[in-house]
Protein backbone atom coordinates (compact mmCIF):
# COMPACT_ATOMS: atom_id res chain seq x y z
CA UNK A 1 0.00 0.00 0.00
CA UNK A 2 0.92 3.89 -0.68
CA UNK A 3 0.21 6.00 1.79
CA UNK A 4 0.45 9.93 0.87
CA UNK A 5 0.71 12.76 3.83
CA UNK A 6 0.00 16.24 2.36
CA UNK A 7 0.64 19.87 3.90
CA UNK A 8 1.01 23.23 3.29
CA UNK A 9 -2.35 24.35 3.51
CA UNK A 10 -3.51 27.26 5.79
CA UNK A 11 -5.49 30.31 5.53
CA UNK A 12 -4.01 33.44 3.58
CA UNK A 13 -5.35 36.57 1.92
CA UNK A 14 -6.56 36.43 -1.95
CA UNK A 15 -3.25 37.18 -3.55
CA UNK A 16 -0.87 35.45 -1.26
CA UNK A 17 0.98 32.17 -2.09
CA UNK A 18 1.25 28.77 -0.55
CA UNK A 19 3.30 25.28 -1.44
CA UNK A 20 1.62 22.40 -1.12
CA UNK A 21 3.78 19.10 -0.65
CA UNK A 22 2.77 15.54 -0.65
CA UNK A 23 5.25 12.83 0.49
CA UNK A 24 4.72 9.10 -0.89
CA UNK A 25 5.67 6.11 1.12
CA UNK A 26 5.21 2.68 1.10
CA UNK A 27 6.70 -1.05 0.10
CA UNK A 28 8.24 -1.30 -3.39
CA UNK A 29 6.99 1.95 -4.35
CA UNK A 30 6.99 2.44 -8.41
CA UNK A 31 4.88 5.59 -8.80
CA UNK A 32 3.27 6.94 -12.08
CA UNK A 33 1.27 9.90 -12.33
CA UNK A 34 0.70 12.26 -9.38
CA UNK A 35 -1.81 14.95 -9.00
CA UNK A 36 -3.64 17.61 -7.27
CA UNK A 37 -7.25 17.20 -6.82
CA UNK A 38 -9.52 19.81 -4.84
CA UNK A 39 -12.49 19.44 -2.97
CA UNK A 40 -14.94 22.27 -2.49
CA UNK A 41 -18.04 22.28 -0.56
CA UNK A 42 -20.86 21.53 -2.84
CA UNK A 43 -18.96 20.33 -6.07
CA UNK A 44 -17.18 17.34 -7.15
CA UNK A 45 -13.75 16.66 -6.89
CA UNK A 46 -11.40 18.50 -8.86
CA UNK A 47 -8.58 17.29 -11.36
CA UNK A 48 -6.16 20.70 -10.55
CA UNK A 49 -2.58 19.30 -11.85
CA UNK A 50 -1.22 16.19 -13.00
CA UNK A 51 2.66 15.35 -13.29
CA UNK A 52 4.06 12.15 -14.97
CA UNK A 53 7.05 10.57 -14.87
CA UNK A 54 8.49 12.15 -18.00
CA UNK A 55 7.73 15.51 -16.16
CA UNK A 56 4.88 16.69 -18.42
CA UNK A 57 2.24 18.80 -16.57
CA UNK A 58 -0.98 19.75 -17.20
CA UNK A 59 -3.32 22.05 -15.35
CA UNK A 60 -7.38 22.68 -15.22
CA UNK A 61 -7.35 25.95 -17.37
CA UNK A 62 -8.24 27.98 -13.62
CA UNK A 63 -4.90 27.90 -12.41
CA UNK A 64 -2.85 27.31 -15.46
CA UNK A 65 -0.93 30.52 -15.24
CA UNK A 66 -0.64 30.59 -11.49
CA UNK A 67 0.37 27.32 -9.95
CA UNK A 68 3.03 25.15 -10.33
CA UNK A 69 3.34 21.15 -10.34
CA UNK A 70 6.61 19.78 -9.65
CA UNK A 71 8.01 16.49 -8.71
CA UNK A 72 11.31 15.21 -7.08
CA UNK A 73 10.87 11.29 -8.32
CA UNK A 74 13.96 9.80 -6.17
CA UNK A 75 12.11 10.66 -2.86
CA UNK A 76 8.68 10.12 -4.52
CA UNK A 77 7.16 13.95 -3.29
CA UNK A 78 5.02 16.14 -5.26
CA UNK A 79 4.55 19.95 -4.76
CA UNK A 80 2.04 22.45 -5.82
CA UNK A 81 2.87 26.10 -6.22
CA UNK A 82 0.31 28.27 -5.96
CA UNK A 83 0.83 32.06 -6.48
CA UNK A 84 -1.97 34.27 -6.86
CA UNK A 85 -4.42 32.61 -4.47
CA UNK A 86 -8.28 33.47 -5.51
CA UNK A 87 -11.07 33.05 -2.90
CA UNK A 88 -12.40 30.13 -5.59
CA UNK A 89 -9.32 28.63 -5.01
CA UNK A 90 -10.43 27.40 -1.09
CA UNK A 91 -11.02 23.58 -0.63
CA UNK A 92 -9.26 20.78 0.48
CA UNK A 93 -6.50 19.47 -1.88
CA UNK A 94 -5.71 15.99 -2.01
CA UNK A 95 -2.95 14.30 -3.09
CA UNK A 96 -3.01 11.32 -5.96
CA UNK A 97 -0.75 9.12 -6.76
CA UNK A 98 -0.76 5.92 -9.47
CA UNK A 99 1.01 2.54 -8.61
CA UNK A 100 0.70 -0.60 -10.46
CA UNK A 101 -2.40 0.92 -11.61
CA UNK A 102 -4.00 1.55 -8.77
CA UNK A 103 -4.87 4.85 -7.12
CA UNK A 104 -3.67 6.09 -3.71
CA UNK A 105 -4.95 9.29 -1.95
CA UNK A 106 -3.74 11.12 1.37
CA UNK A 107 -6.71 12.32 3.18
CA UNK A 108 -6.13 15.96 2.22
CA UNK A 109 -5.05 19.61 2.85
CA UNK A 110 -7.12 22.56 3.69
CA UNK A 111 -6.28 25.58 1.83
CA UNK A 112 -8.56 28.69 2.63
CA UNK A 113 -8.37 32.00 0.86
CA UNK A 114 -9.78 35.18 2.54
CA UNK A 115 -11.52 37.74 0.00
Known amino acids: QVQLVESGGGLVQAGRSLRLSCVAS????????MSWYRQRTGKERELVAT???????AYVGSVKDRFTISRQNQNNTVYLQMNSLKPEDTAVYVC?????????WGKGTQVTVSS
Open 96 to 104: NAISNGDHY
Open 51 to 57: ILRDGKT
Open 26 to 33: GDALRLGA
